[in-house]
């Protein structure tokens, strides 16, 4: 699989064909059996987790675990000073995500859970972004809002969008300019955002 | 001068000191309660009391900086103490400026009326006194540590404050130590009249060198009507210390405890503050946060007696466990003690596979018309935890550092400034050797 600078990529595939762990595996961590992940024309295969987020890969998790730990925190721990200076240019996300920096994260409901993801992506302003299911279990507002989010990205630091998804919706918004579809662990299909269109009317077969 | 320890040793000790008879005789009754004493049940791990010694510390002793473990110097380094100040921490000796700073403070004290003496000294300059709290609360046979402490016991603070007397700054022992090191049973006082105030900090930022394995303090605390204490343990012994302290505290009337204690040295301690609630109204509450690092055993908890109406306890503990911790609560809630309310709530965060949490509450409600709540929990550094962490551009160690600190919060936001940070780079630290 090929993603390119800026583009926007779609990931489609039913439930089990491997796109969550596709994304944990060019995040690392997700062991890999076979294959090579290269950014940038450098191999990464072997690089951490913690170097990967390092050279500017980010992914927005399906699932945020339970972290005794509050955002404010986490991202001190990962920025130092300059976390409170960066937080403070997101001003306006922080109030339009509902983003409660100084909780704990523990008990957030599925859409506070997305919210975080997409704040925490528009905070480290990645080259490379994985949003694994950013639209899942979200109210129409909070859609809103995180298809919002995404749209100040790109036009902020545009970033190469991989989006992973069971909802075509979201692409009415964002729009791909490549898509994959996997199934079983390979690709079983690839072209351009009328390959949406398709599987909308006959489904994953 | 290391003695072994003996009756002899305790009657050597009494004539150094040049005490009374009726001290002597308490050491010696209390010797003897202690040879005959069995340990006690709680106990999660013994000394071996056959090499035990007990250090008589001679005026004008010092050891000297090569003599300081490893260890504890790189602890030193890693807290970025200027050379001075570690010797000095490590009780090699006197700095001119912080003596100047004590003389100042110590002023101040005198003119509010506050006594703060070490209890050798108050024994000897208001016999009278001392004698009217010493071993009032702790009994020499309360349990055979305690029996012990009172046969070797040097050392230690006396504080007195005065009616209505609001102490504006933290007292610590810090001071004393500068002035006369700290003994192995050292016997701390602290009495505050109706209406007083005092902040009190007890043990040392630092990790304190210590020779002795095995360190027995007692605390008794008298606190009357309106009185409030806030008594902070910050413990830190190198870890060849078992440790195990007895401290009590009575309460009249409205009066209030908070017991902070951060256990994060030695090897072996075992210590559950205790309050009395003997007045209608008053409360206490304890902030514990207990870190056993690899290869060390830790018990904390709380001893909680609901005696009168209205009278109100919370115990939060926050354990960090690598080896081994355990949360030991006893909250009695006596007949009469109508509108009582205990609380208390334990988290325990094991940090690696192996590590051990334990938790053992004991309740005994004789009141109906009170209430009683507690709550557990644990957490863990699992793999996806770390996997989301790491993804977020954090290292293991880096990792396990915001989870830990993210834990201990609630308890390191009553430490002041000074020692939450510096109790924050020593769990860093030690998490760091985990990682390796």
């Given at each position: 699989m090929k993603f390119e600078d800026s583009k926007v990529y779609a990931i489609l595939g039913p439930n089990g064909s491997g796109k969550t762990t596709l994304a944990k595996a060019i995040m690392g961590i997700q062991k890999i059996s076979k294959g090579k992940i290269f950014f940038n024309s450098k191999d990464i295969t072997k690089l951490s987790p913690e170097k990967r987020a390092k050279l500017g890969i980010f992914l927005g998790f399906q699932q945020t675990p339970e972290l005794e730990v509050s955002l404010q925190n986490l991202l001190f721990a990962i920025d130092g000073e300059k976390a409170y200076e960066k937080i403070n240019k997101l001003k306006s996300f922080v109030e339009e995500l509902d983003i409660d920096l100084k909780r704990e994260l523990i008990g957030l409901s599925g859409g506070e859970k997305k919210k975080l993801e997409l704040f925490e992506f528009l905070y480290m302003q990645p080259k490379f972004a994985i949003l694994d299911e950013p639209d899942s279990g979200v109210d129409i507002d909070s859609f809103k809002k995180i298809v919002k989010a995404i749209d100040f990205a790109r036009k902020e630091f545009n970033p190469t969008l991989v989006i992973i998804s069971h909802y075509e919706n979201i692409f009415n918004y964002i729009e791909p300019s490549f898509v994959y579809v996997l199934k079983d662990g390979k690709v079983a299909k690839s072209g351009g955002k009328e390959l949406i269109e398709s599987i909308k009317r006959y489904g994953y077969e | 001068?290391?003695?072994?320890?003996?009756?002899?040793?305790?009657?050597?000790?009494?004539?150094?000191?040049?005490?009374?008879?009726?001290?002597?005789?308490?050491?010696?009754?209390?010797?003897?309660?202690?040879?005959?004493?069995?340990?006690?049940?709680?106990?999660?791990?013994?000394?071996?009391?056959?090499?035990?010694?007990?250090?008589?510390?001679?005026?004008?002793?010092?050891?000297?900086?090569?003599?300081?473990?490893?260890?504890?110097?790189?602890?030193?380094?890693?807290?970025?103490?200027?050379?001075?100040?570690?010797?000095?921490?490590?009780?090699?000796?006197?700095?001119?400026?912080?003596?100047?700073?004590?003389?100042?403070?110590?002023?101040?004290?005198?003119?509010?009326?506050?006594?703060?003496?070490?209890?050798?000294?108050?024994?000897?300059?208001?016999?009278?006194?001392?004698?009217?709290?010493?071993?009032?609360?702790?009994?020499?046979?309360?349990?055979?540590?305690?029996?012990?402490?009172?046969?070797?016991?040097?050392?230690?603070?006396?504080?007195?404050?005065?009616?209505?007397?609001?102490?504006?700054?933290?007292?610590?022992?810090?001071?004393?130590?500068?002035?006369?090191?700290?003994?192995?049973?050292?016997?701390?006082?602290?009495?505050?009249?109706?209406?007083?105030?005092?902040?009190?900090?007890?043990?040392?930022?630092?990790?304190?060198?210590?020779?002795?394995?095995?360190?027995?303090?007692?605390?008794?605390?008298?606190?009357?009507?309106?009185?409030?204490?806030?008594?902070?343990?910050?413990?830190?012994?190198?870890?060849?210390?078992?440790?195990?302290?007895?401290?009590?505290?009575?309460?009249?009337?409205?009066?209030?405890?908070?017991?902070?204690?951060?256990?994060?040295?030695?090897?072996?301690?075992?210590?559950?503050?205790?309050?009395?609630?003997?007045?209608?109204?008053?409360?206490?509450?304890?902030?514990?946060?207990?870190?056993?690092?690899?290869?060390?055993?830790?018990?904390?908890?709380?001893?909680?007696?609901?005696?009168?109406?209205?009278?109100?306890?919370?115990?939060?503990?926050?354990?960090?466990?690598?080896?081994?911790?355990?949360?030991?609560?006893?909250?009695?809630?006596?007949?009469?003690?109508?509108?009582?309310?205990?609380?208390?709530?334990?988290?325990?965060?094991?940090?690696?596979?192996?590590?051990?949490?334990?938790?053992f509450p004991h309740f005994e409600i004789l009141e109906k018309e009170s209430s009683v709540a507690h709550e557990a929990s644990v957490s863990t550094m699992d793999k996806e935890k770390l996997n989301y962490l790491e993804a977020k551009g954090l290292s293991e160690k880096e990792a396990l550092e915001v989870m830990v600190h993210g834990f201990a919060v609630d308890v390191l936001e009553k430490v002041p400034l000074e020692y939450s940070v510096e109790i924050r780079k020593i769990l860093s630290l030690e998490i760091g050797k985990k990682v390796g």
């Open positions: - | 001068m290391i003695k072994e320890i003996s009756k002899e040793s305790v009657e050597e000790l009494s004539k150094e000191k040049g005490e009374d008879s009726w001290m002597l005789n308490l050491r010696l009754r209390a010797f003897e309660n202690f040879e005959k004493s069995k340990d006690p049940k709680w106990l999660i791990a013994k000394p071996n009391l056959k090499d035990l010694t007990v250090f008589l510390k001679k005026e004008g002793t010092k050891t000297s900086w090569e003599e300081i473990p490893k260890e504890i110097k790189k602890t030193y380094e890693a807290l970025n103490l200027p050379e001075v100040e570690k010797k000095y921490l490590a009780g090699l000796g006197v700095q001119e400026d912080s003596l100047v700073i004590y003389r100042k403070i110590k002023e101040q004290l005198e003119k509010m009326g506050v006594i703060h003496l070490s209890s050798d000294e108050a024994y000897k300059e208001h016999p009278e006194f001392f004698k009217k709290y010493f071993s009032k609360l702790v009994s020499i046979y309360d349990n055979k540590y305690a029996s012990l402490h009172y046969a070797f016991w040097s050392g230690g603070t006396f504080l007195y404050v005065p009616r209505n007397v609001k102490v504006q700054f933290p007292i610590s022992t810090y001071f004393r130590l500068m002035i006369e090191g700290e003994g192995q049973f050292e016997h701390t006082i602290i009495v505050l009249e109706p209406g007083a105030e005092l902040t009190y900090i007890e043990g040392c930022s630092a990790p304190l060198f210590t020779k002795s394995s095995l360190h027995a303090g007692v605390v008794e605390i008298f606190l009357n009507e309106n009185s409030h204490l806030r008594f902070i343990t910050i413990q830190n012994w190198s870890k060849n210390v078992y440790n195990f302290p007895t401290k009590r505290a009575i309460l009249r009337k409205n009066a209030k405890i908070e017991w902070i204690t951060a256990d994060i040295g030695s090897k072996v301690n075992v210590v559950y503050p205790m309050s009395i609630l003997s007045g209608e109204n008053s409360s206490s509450s304890n902030f514990m946060l207990t870190f056993s690092p690899k290869n060390t055993k830790k018990e904390g908890g709380a001893k909680v007696i609901h005696a009168s109406k209205n009278t109100s306890s919370t115990i939060i503990s926050k354990s960090i466990s690598i080896g081994y911790t355990s949360f030991r609560s006893m909250i009695r809630i006596n007949p009469g003690a109508k509108n009582s309310k205990a609380r208390s709530v334990c988290d325990t965060f094991l940090v690696e596979k192996n590590s051990v949490g334990k938790t």
